[in-house]
């Protein structure tokens, strides 16, 4: 029997570790990537990468990180999106961290787009990012925002990329009470509110276009907007589910109200919100009915679900892209057709015992290999 020529075998051994990183790092999408016509904008969303910047583990930079960036590298030459969203949670502990190891947090994250880090970027503020409403500070929003592509003072951001509007905002910052923070990012949506109203303007009928009358009085109680007709919404938190989501809407008027003070008069009601990590039932009314929301993107849950509410809007919750929480990494592929329809795909990546198990197992053979040439020589 023929011997393996041993100065063959490191070059088989190399094509076999990137063939076998190159499977391993493919993503499973459900039902396929979806499909990417001419004018068409295709994002790729990812959640809860919960990176360490320069605090990270030799685990982290020479495992964990190196997985990732395959990943990554993998996904975006697979399917080819046209920007990256991140909702939220970029950094581990980023609300402990100095301004300069803030910096080697968002420095990590480019350093795993490799080559693609030139895609268009549109980024979400996470509770793990800036704290909870116990230590939330504009000033400190303020300096994490100003590192992370078109965020304001607040941590909220509007953005349009090929004719399709996105507004990212503050879920974390709606979580708390009597915060002038919170109070800027509800006057940042009244603002977006008046402006996308402000598009809408004329309503044509057979004969013409007419112009509303009264339309210099906007406010977010008589929005003229259809459903669905808003801008792209981004955040973090998932918005509030009403019992049965029957109706999904106050069943009277009384019942929406614009200061949301209401909603934490108590310490017991603010603690119900930080456990379920969702919007409070009054800023979700306020971004429905505010906004009318094309579609809805947030994270934080660690898991993928894709919800409908009672007016037809759809909210869509992206995956962790990451280790640290429990559950199938993974994150989102969307596309915006020229058509207005949305169409998207999970797509999920190996778990780390599975990744670790692969190493081991080609390690094993590796030696085997090895030990098996050396025998027949």
Not at 15 to 31: H, R
Not at 176 to 187: D, H, I, S
Not at 234 to 261: M, Q
Not at 268 to 284: E, M
């Amino acid at each position: 029997m023929a011997a393996w020529p041993n100065p063959a075998l490191p070059l088989l051994l190399v094509a076999a570790l990137l063939a076998f990183e190159d499977w391993l790092s493919t993503p499973s999408c459900s039902g396929g990537p979806p499909r990417h016509g001419p004018g068409d904008l295709r994002a790729m969303m990812v959640a809860d990468l919960m990176l360490f910047g320069s605090d990270a583990t030799y685990a982290d930079r020479l495992f964990r990180d190196h997985v990732m960036y395959k990943f990554f590298a993998n996904s975006i030459q697979t399917l080819k999106p046209d920007m990256i969203v991140v909702l939220g949670d970029i950094s581990a502990k980023g609300s402990e961290l100095t301004e300069r190891k803030w910096i080697s947090v968002i420095e990590q994250f480019e350093g795993m787009l490799g080559q693609h880090s030139s895609l268009p970027l549109l980024t979400v503020l996470g509770d793990k990012d800036v704290g909870n409403c116990a230590n939330l500070e504009g000033k400190f929003v303020h300096r994490r925002a100003k590192h992370l592509p078109g965020l304001d003072s607040c941590g909220c951001g509007a953005f349009e990329i090929s004719n399709v509007s996105f507004v990212s905002l503050n879920a974390v910052a709606l979580l708390c009470g009597n915060n002038n923070l919170r109070f800027g990012v509800e006057k940042f949506m009244e603002r977006e509110s008046h402006h996308f109203q402000s598009l809408n303007e004329a309503e044509c009928y057979p004969l013409g276009c007419e112009k509303r009358e009264g339309s210099t009085d906007i406010s977010w109680r008589r929005n003229s907007m259809d459903s669905g007709s808003g801008p792209v919404i981004l955040l973090h938190f998932p918005l509030h589910r009403f019992d049965a989501e029957v109706t999904g809407v106050p069943t009277s008027a009384e019942a929406i109200v614009s200061d949301h003070s209401s909603v934490f008069s108590s310490s017991k009601q603010r603690g119900i919100y930080d456990r379920l990590h969702t919007l409070p039932a009054n800023s979700t009314q306020y971004i429905l009915q505010a906004l009318k929301p094309r579609i809805i993107f947030n994270a934080h849950t660690g898991s993928f679900s894709d919800f409908l509410h009672a007016d037809g809007t759809r909210e869509v919750t992206v995956p962790a892209m990451t280790w640290k929480t429990r559950g199938v990494p993974g994150f989102v592929i969307t596309t915006f057709d020229t058509k207005g329809t949305v169409t998207l795909s999970c797509c999920l990546l190996a778990k780390e015992w599975h990744v670790i198990m692969g190493y081991l197992a080609f390690l094993c053979l590796t030696a085997l290999a090895v030990k098996l040439s050396h025998q027949l020589e």
